[in-house]
């Protein structure tokens, strides 16, 4: 192959391709430092919206808000998790005679890894969806263009207030998750498969260590930071009318999960290590 022959094309869609992702990478970033950033602005100047985004959050509107809004259904979600566990760890543990440790698979899987990554995707389906959609149509519509004009912050007005109201609401909401998994957990084992209740209380309230529920609700929070952050941001940069709303709920629902399943693995590392801070005795 000569000089001339050389895929010149080829080597420049390449990098063209190479310099647009690193671009948007950068975009990314620039946004979600400018909206984490804005949060002061947010609480002192936007106190009315950021009222108003925490009870939609949490409670819904319109027809969502009939069944209980996000609190039904992250309820429901974790509480079909907390079944499962018990389902699936009485089947195993039976196995080898050990049915007994029901309760600390409760009290160390639902802690550690079941309920946060259960309530990030309930949030990154119902809160974040809902985010990008709101955003994404005010986008299309000029209305952040309006904002702008009439001299509102829109990043702090849209984006930062969604962030505070997402750290908000999770807290309440995290607290509903563990206790559905808790109790669906051991109504399963004790009256579906007839363990006696004091056994599954002993193990699970052995292995369930205070400390760990802390470290899960700090996994929480971050969780539903880093889900607004990317929901607010591809609502904010959507573009194409009504289709391209879709196409941007699509892709932030896409990105926050593999952010809440990245964060989850990676602080789960930081927080137990290799060794998982764990000791099972007794």
């Given at each position: 192959m000569?000089?001339?022959q050389v895929p010149l094309?080829?080597?420049r869609?390449?990098?063209?391709?190479?310099?647009?992702?690193?671009?948007?990478?950068?975009?990314?970033?620039?946004?979600?430092?400018?909206?984490?950033?804005?949060?002061?602005?947010?609480l002192i100047?936007?106190?009315?919206?950021?009222?108003r985004?925490?009870?939609?959050?949490s409670?819904?509107?319109?027809?969502?808000?009939v069944?209980?809004?996000?609190?039904?259904?992250?309820g429901?979600?974790?509480?079909?998790t907390?079944?499962?566990?018990?389902?699936?760890g009485y089947s195993?543990?039976?196995?080898v005679?050990?049915e007994?440790?029901v309760?600390?698979a409760?009290?160390?899987?639902?802690?550690?890894?079941?309920?946060?990554?259960?309530?990030?995707?309930?949030?990154?389906?119902?809160?974040?969806?809902?985010?990008?959609?709101?955003?994404?149509a005010?986008?299309?519509?000029?209305?952040?263009?309006?904002?702008?004009?009439i001299g509102?912050?829109s990043?702090?007005?849209?984006?930062?207030?969604?962030?505070?109201a997402?750290?908000?609401v999770?807290?309440?909401?995290?607290?509903?998750?563990m206790?559905?998994s808790f109790?669906?957990?051991?109504?399963?084992?004790?009256?579906?498969?007839?363990q006696?209740?004091?056994?599954?209380?002993?193990y699970?309230?052995?292995?369930l260590?205070?400390v760990?529920?802390?470290?899960?609700?700090?996994?929480?929070?971050?969780?539903?930071i880093?889900i607004?952050l990317?929901?607010?941001?591809y609502?904010?940069?959507a573009s194409?009318g009504?289709?391209g709303?879709g196409?941007?709920?699509?892709?932030?629902?896409?990105?926050?999960?593999?952010?809440a399943?990245?964060?989850?693995?990676?602080?789960?590392l930081?927080?137990y290590?290799q060794?998982?801070?764990?000791?099972?005795?007794?």
């Amino acid at each position: 192959m000569t000089v001339a022959q050389v895929p010149l094309p080829k080597l420049r869609d390449s990098a063209r391709d190479l310099v647009y992702g690193l671009t948007r990478i950068g975009n990314q970033w620039r946004f979600y430092t400018q909206t984490i950033k804005s949060i002061g602005d947010a609480l002192i100047h936007y106190r009315v919206e950021l009222l108003r985004l925490i009870a939609q959050m949490s409670l819904g509107t319109g027809a969502l808000a009939v069944i209980g809004g996000t609190v039904v259904v992250v309820g429901f979600l974790t509480m079909t998790t907390g079944a499962l566990i018990a389902v699936q760890g009485y089947s195993q543990f039976a196995e080898v005679g050990v049915e007994a440790l029901v309760g600390f698979a409760s009290a160390y899987f639902n802690v550690r890894l079941a309920a946060p990554l259960v309530a990030g995707i309930a949030l990154a389906a119902t809160i974040g969806a809902g985010a990008t959609a709101q955003i994404g149509a005010m986008r299309i519509n000029e209305e952040i263009d309006a904002l702008e004009v009439i001299g509102i912050r829109s990043v702090a007005y849209l984006a930062s207030n969604r962030v505070v109201a997402g750290v908000v609401v999770v807290i309440p909401l995290y607290c509903v998750a563990m206790i559905m998994s808790f109790l669906a957990a051991r109504f399963g084992t004790t009256l579906i498969y007839g363990q006696s209740s004091g056994v599954y209380d002993h193990y699970f309230n052995t292995f369930l260590n205070p400390v760990d529920l802390l470290w899960s609700f700090l996994l929480a929070v971050t969780m539903a930071i880093v889900i607004m952050l990317v929901h607010t941001y591809y609502g904010y940069t959507a573009s194409g009318g009504p289709a391209g709303v879709g196409e941007a709920v699509g892709r932030a629902v896409r990105t926050s999960l593999i952010s809440a399943a990245f964060f989850t693995m990676f602080l789960s590392l930081a927080i137990y290590g290799q060794s998982g801070n764990f000791n099972l005795s007794g």
